[in-house]
């Protein structure tokens, strides 16, 4: 003896006593008896196994668990094997369990072990284990379809249940910056449906880190206001950003304020997202009222197309400079065009971009232009897009979501 039950184990014989009726042998109507033997199976078999480990604890001179008032852990009885019923979700259902209470001898008080035995927090309704699976069950997909797929195999988890197990796991997830990757990100936003305000009211923001590897991980994820502040998205990280001995690449098209404010001991360089550029600037010739493929606009956007064209390796810095210098004249006269016409919004969407296009591209970094946070939005529009959110659902979801497909987060 002196063996802890989760040392050696212990064996249960399991025999199984069911009565139902069948009105024929048909494979539906044998999956609907299983169906029905199922939630008593469950309950019964957790009861054996728990009542097993009890007495097998009990025998030993040094219980696995202590009286709760005076400490002692070495004198019981059993007070009963079949208490009052506590829910507990296990997993395929929720299951009513019969406590299993031992008095102590030393001071008379009672003490309910069944969820010592297995490994819960008193109280607990949902083990983290199985609200970490639920919680990534409605990152992945729809909570009707969740319900639905688990409801085909004779699974009784209903949308509520999924939803506040979301909530949970996500409020156990955080996103930063890792010291031990590479110091190059991108930072972007996707408009998101809110319940109560127009589509594009908020929009999700994903501050994505790069990878030594290659691939990227999720370093900051926030909802807000279109257009609004980011400060949330890099506050998480701004401890990591001070410690990489490079300059830090941050590819955005978002408001930065919070790193210009700590210009001094964060090094960044900002890099306008050059692919953007063309598409936003189609939004904004449609606010200055320019017909769509008209003339005007053609021209506008096949010259921002041009400008915003990086081609990759050059390592000459001559011949860098020189692009640099012919794609600057470009843009002045394509903001020059734009405000002889009077497209008020689109010169001073350019103004605003001019200072950080080339920011990366002169400093003979990565010059790269394509967006690798459009892939990690793909992947957050495929979930969030399926219906209207409350701001929290939302960032909850996309957090699990992210952490699952990026982060190396399972359960
Ligand atoms: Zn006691």
């Given at each position: 003896m002196g063996v802890t039950p989760q040392g050696k184990g212990i064996t249960i014989n399991f025999d199984c006593q069911f009565e139902v009726r069948l009105k024929e042998s048909t494979l539906s109507s044998i999956l609907a008896a299983f169906a029905e033997l199922l939630p008593q199976l469950l309950t019964d078999f957790f009861q054996k196994v728990l009542i097993g480990f009890g007495e097998h604890a009990m025998a030993l001179k040094k219980k696995p668990f202590a009286c709760g008032c005076c400490g002692n852990a070495k004198e019981f009885t059993w007070k009963t094997r079949h208490g009052k019923k506590t829910q507990i979700h296990a997993f395929y259902r929720w299951v009513e369990l019969p406590q299993l209470q031992v008095l102590?001898?030393?001071?008379g008080s009672k003490l309910s072990i069944t969820r010592k035995l297995l490994g819960i927090?008193?109280?607990?309704?949902?083990p983290a284990e199985i609200y970490r699976k639920l919680g990534l069950l409605g990152s992945l997909t729809s909570y009707r379809v969740a319900e639905k797929i688990g409801g085909m195999f004779g699974w009784a988890v209903d949308k509520m249940t999924i939803w506040s197990a979301v909530q949970k796991t996500a409020s156990e997830i955080d996103f930063k910056l890792d010291d031990k990757e590479l110091p190059q990100g991108e930072a972007d936003g996707t408009g998101i449906g809110i319940k109560g305000i127009a589509k594009r009211g908020k929009e999700l923001k994903v501050f994505i880190q790069y990878k030594k590897g290659g691939g990227v991980r999720v370093a900051g994820l926030d909802i807000g206001n279109?257009?609004?502040?980011?400060n949330r998205l890099f506050q998480n990280s701004i401890e990591v950003f001070k410690g990489f001995r490079r300059r830090f690449l941050l590819v955005t098209d978002g408001d930065t304020s919070i790193l210009d404010g700590l210009k001094d001991k964060v090094k960044i360089i900002v890099q306008r997202c050059l692919w953007h550029i063309p598409h936003q600037a189609k939004y904004v010739l449609w606010q200055d009222g320019v017909k769509h493929k008209s003339a005007e606009w053609l021209h506008v956007v096949s010259e921002l197309m041009e400008i915003c064209a990086i081609r990759p390796f050059v390592d000459c810095q001559k011949t860098i400079e020189k692009m640099i210098e012919s794609k600057r004249k470009r843009l002045e006269e394509v903001i020059g065009y734009c405000r002889g016409k009077g497209y008020t919004h689109s010169v001073s969407y350019l103004e605003n971009a001019r200072p950080d296009m080339f920011t990366a591209v002169e400093k003979r970094l990565n010059g790269k232009t394509t967006s690798k946070v459009e892939r990690v939005m793909r992947t957050v529009n495929m979930r969030v897009n399926v219906s209207k959110w409350s701001a929290a659902g939302a960032l909850n979801v996309t957090k699990i979501r992210l952490a699952y497909y990026y982060n190396g987060f399972d359960a």
């Open positions: 102590c001898k030393r001071c927090e008193p109280k607990k309704r949902i279109y257009n609004g502040a980011w």
